[in-house]
């Protein structure tokens, strides 16, 4: 028997909590965004969530991704809700789903491959700045420009620091965050 969506996304919420009692995983969160881009991906196609779970093709999925597109969706967030879609399907529901006696056909997403942006080494110019910026600095403003700089420390991480944070060992100071 193949369910409807609506029937899937019922069972992963149960099945989930199962899983999470054997694993640790997935947590709360993640059930409710896997839930959530599913439904955003199913509305974006057209495909009503009482519809089969064999009317989410990859043309239907490429339907939805032009639609986040015209929407002024990012390109990142569209695949994320395709990705969230593709977690109620996981290989891990798949014996829960087969045991509830579904036949649910394979998952075919269109092809994706994730890109980081490109680094772009800055100037000597802008180094020179940022160098002669950083030598102006002194007392708080300098420890925290040194723990962003040096260790890439983001700003909120800096200002949550505590004494607790330098252990000393061996007559040297280690930072632990």
Request: proline residues 6%; aromatic residues 10%; glycine residues 6%.
């Amino acid at each position: 028997m193949i369910p409807t969506i609506e029937e899937v996304m019922k069972c992963y919420k149960v099945v989930a909590l199962v899983e999470r009692m054997k694993t640790g995983r997935p947590g709360p969160e993640t059930v409710l965004n896997a839930l959530r881009g599913a439904a955003n991906v199913c509305r974006a196609a057209g495909i009503e969530l009482t519809s089969p779970v064999s009317a989410i093709t990859r043309q239907r999925i490429d339907a939805a991704l032009a639609a986040f597109m015209d929407r002024g969706v990012t390109r990142l967030s569209a695949w994320s809700y395709v990705c969230q879609l593709r977690g109620v399907f996981a290989k891990w529901c798949k014996p829960y789903y087969k045991d509830a006696g579904w036949d649910i056909p394979p998952l075919e997403l269109p092809s994706f491959r994730a890109r980081a942006p490109r680094y772009v080494r800055p100037s000597a110019e802008v180094l020179a700045k940022v160098k002669n910026w950083y030598r102006r600095q002194t007392g708080e403003c300098w420890f925290a420009a040194t723990m962003m700089l040096e260790f890439a420390m983001r700003n909120g991480d800096v200002l949550r620091l505590r004494d607790e944070n330098f252990v000393a060992k061996d007559s040297r100071h280690f930072l632990t965050y």
